[in-house]
């Protein structure tokens, strides 16, 4: 075991008489603990990989642990699960399907897809309704409530029509044998309930359990944990209370409360030295944090030096704030030789990045926007992925709609309105209908034709993605539906070019994952269904440019030198969360922004905000007040009315001029 741990890791580490809580304050070395003990239960205890399992939230989580782990065993461990919840879910679900009634190759729908079947049930166009429909029918699978629940307890007539919804949506999805995201949880629930002999079999495989940022559980994944650990409760949590900012999604911190209460044996362990921060960055955010009700008390700590004063810097408007961030920060870098990619602009909501990208631009500084369009997003991606889907799942209705008229094939919306009719009547999925006797009897021969080519390319296609290599069987069904002349026909040459390469982008990624991980066409298909949902982005190394986040998606990262923005009222703490329990979950919010930072971190708010065509006056965020004046260092506004001579520009300005004096530039 690494001689680079504390006391309070080891015994994390070491601790296996019972239950486990490790509450892993920011920059703590939490993963660290996750990974060693991996390798203390393989090589120490003689655990076999296989029985054991470490759960996550990210797809890059999963893998971070995966590599840390390769590299601290003597030898690979075959069979270790590291994945996230839902991956786990698709693993039970997909050896167990037969028990559920569902076929071991059911499809995975993302949110695009239930967005249609949602608003067919519910009979709206209106986006912004079938949204809330969408979370509130989410939000309820997520709390473990059933359709008949959900209707007794509606408040409101938006209640009562996403109740209505949710029965018929959940059966038309097992109609369509398929699964949205929140059922790759909620279904091994009910399994576990309704089948005690299947809990058995993955109590005994999986005989150790890892939960990572164990506070972003909700009810449905909670239940789900407690199911698998059984009364053996062989597992070790790692959270911090003080980082649960997902509420609105679901995330429940009821799950650390109850802990205690559910465990009586659960030990609990804290670590509280800060790995990351300096000793001024700590103590602003214990002394903010402060003002939270403490599930468990805690106090960071760290032997980094105090470190350099925060700064607040206040500005007359919004656009002031951009302008006068940007400026800093490259005076900053300039001054501390810095690297673009040792720095974070973050803010409350993605509106507050648009005048901040502007002046980047202006100052050709880069930068990289988390939370933009991934890549399985782009249209001509999911164009294709729909064939990919129809060839692994004939059942899957959405994919089949999309890929008969994308390139369009002869089929007519009334010839596949006629198809959707008798498909309901007869309880079939479009693909099989299309082959029904019955059905050739309602349309016109010449109607039937190019449907029945169409399944039967398919069908030829499905017998190859099987047995063929992946690469070679995507290039020749491009070539035969002719996507690239396609989307030449349908964009300027500029963009179909752009679009064609994202396609041969995908093609060159399934050829090589198939080749290296020995999957078919059909097997990398999943694959593709599970990275959309689960991480929106890959990352990779990254290149030399300013990371823009919102203060949700930095949770996990660390810069050396962050710039926090619009720290006001109405923004952050949000408007709309001015409840006490709202409250605390903001200020936890503004601690996880706190403490993303190392070396130095830079506060900012306006005096004016713009919106739309006014100037409406702003207050700075109690959260300010709540850091504790001692380390804070306020400039700009009605307090700094002369002007401010060691401003960022003019700091910039004379630094450059003194360089140019002395030859160098």
């Keep these: 075991m690494s001689a680079l741990l504390n006391a309070p890791q080891r015994e994390a580490i070491c601790y296996l008489d019972g239950p486990l809580l490790v509450l892993a304050g920011a920059g703590s070395g939490k993963t660290r603990v996750i990974t060693q003990k991996i390798a203390y239960l393989i090589e120490d205890c003689g655990f076999a990989p296989s029985a054991i399992a470490a759960i996550t939230f990210t797809n890059k989580a999963a893998r971070e642990m995966q590599e840390r782990v390769g590299k601290l065993l003597k030898t690979q461990p075959t069979g270790l699960t ?26 995975i729908f993302d949110a695009t897809d239930c967005y249609g079947i949602i608003s067919d049930l519910s009979g709206s166009v209106d986006k912004a309704t079938i949204r809330r429909l969408q979370t509130l029918i989410s939000n309820w699978k997520n709390a473990l409530v059933s359709p008949e629940q959900a209707l007794k307890d509606a408040q409101n007539d938006t209640e009562k029509l996403a ?7 959940a059966a038309t999805l097992k109609a369509y044998q398929a699964v949205d995201f929140d059922d790759l949880i909620a279904l091994p629930v009910r ?36 199911q698998l650990a059984g009364v053996r409760a062989a597992f070790t949590a790692v959270g911090d209370d003080d980082q649960a900012i997902y509420g609105w999604r679901g995330a429940d911190i009821a799950n650390l409360r109850n802990l205690p209460q559910d465990y009586p044996r659960l030990k609990v362990i804290k670590l509280e030295q800060n790995y990351r921060s300096t000793v001024r960055i700590l103590k602003a955010a214990n002394t903010l944090i402060a003002h939270n009700e403490k599930l468990f008390d805690k106090r960071l700590w760290s032997d980094l030096g105090q470190g350099d004063p925060i700064t607040v810097t206040v500005c007359k408007d919004n656009e002031k704030e951009a302008e006068s961030v940007v400026m800093k920060l490259q005076a900053h870098k300039f001054e501390h030789r810095a690297e673009y990619r040792d720095y974070a602009i973050l803010y409350r909501g993605n509106f507050q990045a648009r005048a901040l990208e502007q002046h980047l631009r202006d100052q050709r500084v880069p930068y990289l926007l988390s939370g933009g369009q991934s890549f399985f997003d782009k249209a001509e991606i999911k164009d294709i992925t729909s064939y990919l889907r129809l060839l692994a799942n004939n059942d899957d209705d959405p ?15 009334t010839t596949l309105e006629a198809l959707g009719t008798y498909a309901g009547e007869r309880h079939l999925s479009l693909f099989a209908a299309a082959f029904e006797e019955g059905f050739a009897h309602r349309v016109q021969a010449r109607q039937l034709a190019p449907l029945l080519e169409f399944c039967e390319f398919i069908n030829r296609f499905e017998h190859r993605a099987a047995r063929e290599p992946a690469g070679q069987v995507i290039e020749d069904l491009l070539a035969a539906i002719g996507y690239e002349l396609w989307l030449h026909d349908e964009d300027d040459k500029r963009v179909a070019a752009a679009r064609w390469e994202n396609v041969q982008e995908l093609v060159k990624w399934l050829a090589t994952k198939g080749e290296e991980e020995g999957k078919s066409l059909i097997e990398l298909t999943q694959t593709i269904a599970l990275i959309n949902l689960l991480d929106k982005q890959e990352d990779g190394n990254r290149p030399d440019a300013v990371q823009l986040s919102t203060l949700h998606a930095a949770k996990g990262l660390e810069f050396k030198h962050v710039f926090l923005i619009g720290v006001e009222e109405g923004v952050l703490p949000h ?19 706190v403490t993303r930072a190392q070396r130095s971190l830079h506060l900012s708010y306006s005096e004016k905000r713009k919106q739309g065509r006014e100037l409406i006056p702003c207050e700075p965020s109690r959260f300010i007040a709540e850091m504790g004046k001692d380390d804070l260092r306020f400039s700009g506004g009605k307090a700094d009315s002369t002007p401010d001579k060691a401003s960022g520009a003019a700091r910039l300005a004379a630094m450059r001029a003194m360089l140019s004096a002395k030859g160098g530039g």
């Design 191 to 226: 399994l576990f309930e309704e089948h005690p002999t299947v809990l058995e079999k993955w109590q005994n495989r999986l005989r150790y359990l890892l939960v990572d940022e164990y506070q972003d559980t909700n009810a449905c994944q909670y239940r789900m944990l407690k």
């Design 575 to 593: 408007r709309e969360s001015l409840e006490p329990a709202k409250i605390e979950e903001e200020r936890r919010l503004m601690y996880v922004g």
């Design 163 to 169: 109740a209505q919804a949710f029965a018929s949506y």
């Design 399 to 413: 994919a089949f709609i999309r890929a008969v008229t994308t390139p369009k094939r002869g089929v007519g919306g």
């Design 82 to 107: 590291i994945s996230t919840f839902h991956s786990l879910g698709v693993r039970i679900l997909r050896e167990e399907a037969k028990a559920l009634g569902y076929k071991p190759r059911f499809s």
